[in-house]
């Protein structure tokens, strides 16, 4: 997959969550354990969203791409990010991650899973 379709999976999920009422907080947000796609808030969370882009012809799905190794470089990532921005951390901390498929040349996006509260932060929260 090269790059361009990964971002153009990441800014159609967050149009997404802006419609739906979330704040934008930040967009890949790196550290030394790894990277955050996108960051928002509402009242009550603060999100960190992981997604996945893939061709329609692609072996493996997008999903199957979050392993338990990206899911802890995500926590870990987090974590340093509330350190960084204490005024959010009143904030429930969330993990949500997007499977985005596009059909291919175009890059027209065919397809979006949307799993919320994907996976929790083992207890490190």
Do not use: C, W
């Not at 030394?32 to 960051?39: A, S």
């Not at 991650?97 to 040349?105: E, L, P, R, S, Y």
């Amino acid at each position: 997959m090269n790059n361009s379709s990964g971002k153009i999976g990441e800014r159609y999920v967050l149009q997404l969550l802006l419609e739906q009422g979330y704040t934008f907080v930040a967009a890949n947000y790196h550290s030394r354990f790894g990277e955050i796609d996108i960051i928002v808030k509402d009242d009550k969370y603060i999100v960190f969203v992981e997604v996945k882009t893939r061709d329609a012809g692609s072996i493996a799905k997008p999903l199957e791409a979050v392993t338990s190794t990206k899911r802890k470089k995500l926590i870990q990532t987090s974590l340093l990010y509330l350190q960084e921005n204490t005024a959010l951390q009143g904030l429930q901390p969330r993990f949500d991650v997007a499977g985005v498929i596009t059909n291919g040349k175009q890059k027209e996006i065919k397809e979006v899973q949307y799993i919320t509260n994907a996976f929790d932060g083992g207890g490190l929260f």
